[in-house]
Structure formats: C-alpha cells, structure tokens
C-alpha cells in the first residue's frame, strides 16, 4: 500500500494500492488500484488495474480494466476487458489487447 504524499521510481511485483501522488514505473505486478486520493504518474504493466483516481501514463491491463466514476485515465492504454462506469474520464490511445499469434498486440 502506497500512502506517500510523492514516491518516484520502479516498483515490484506485488499488489499496489495507490492513496497518494506516484510517479513510478510498474511492470508485471498482478495489481494496481488508484484509490479516490490517488494519483499515478508513469507507466504500469499488471494483470488488473482499478482506477477510481487519476492515472496519467502508459497503462496496459492485460485481463481487465476498471475505471470508477471518479477515475480519470489518460494516456496510452492497453486491456484485455474494460470496465467504464458512469462519470469516468478516459482519453488517449486505447486499444484492446487482441488474443492471436502477435502475442497480444493490439492489431
């Protein structure tokens, strides 16, 4: 759980909540959650990722994506499945990861 007020660098594997401002860059973890008083700076390569503060970067989910209402999402983004609730804001480059012999790029 990250609760900083600033953190900056590389993160590990792990399950990350974030619940202050973050710059960072996170690759194959399993999880990012931005909570309401969340917010991301950077880029993240995970399995899930929720997002219901700001995240602002390179995201790619490869099994699903959740923006909550409250959450803003800006960047480029890659998902498997997405999630859009009502109020949610996302902008940016944002393909689906296609299932094929590419190896999951987006076609």
């Not at 899930?48 to 490869?62: K, S």
């Not at 209402?69 to 689906?96: F, P």
Request: charged fraction near 25%; aromatic fraction near 4%.
């Amino acid at each position: 759980v990250l609760g900083f007020s600033w953190l900056s660098g590389c993160m590990p594997k792990t399950e990350t909540v974030v619940e202050g401002e973050v710059e960072a860059d996170l690759n194959d973890s399993r999880t990012i959650e931005v909570s309401r008083s969340g917010a991301f700076k950077g880029s993240a390569a995970v399995d899930t990722a929720i997002i219901a503060g700001t995240f602002d970067g390179q995201l790619t989910a490869r099994n699903r994506l959740v923006v909550h209402g409250t959450g803003r999402l800006t960047g480029k983004v890659r998902y498997g499945q997405i999630e859009i609730e009502s109020g949610a804001e996302v902008s940016g480059d944002v393909q689906k990861i296609e299932s094929d012999d590419s190896g999951g790029v987006p076609r």
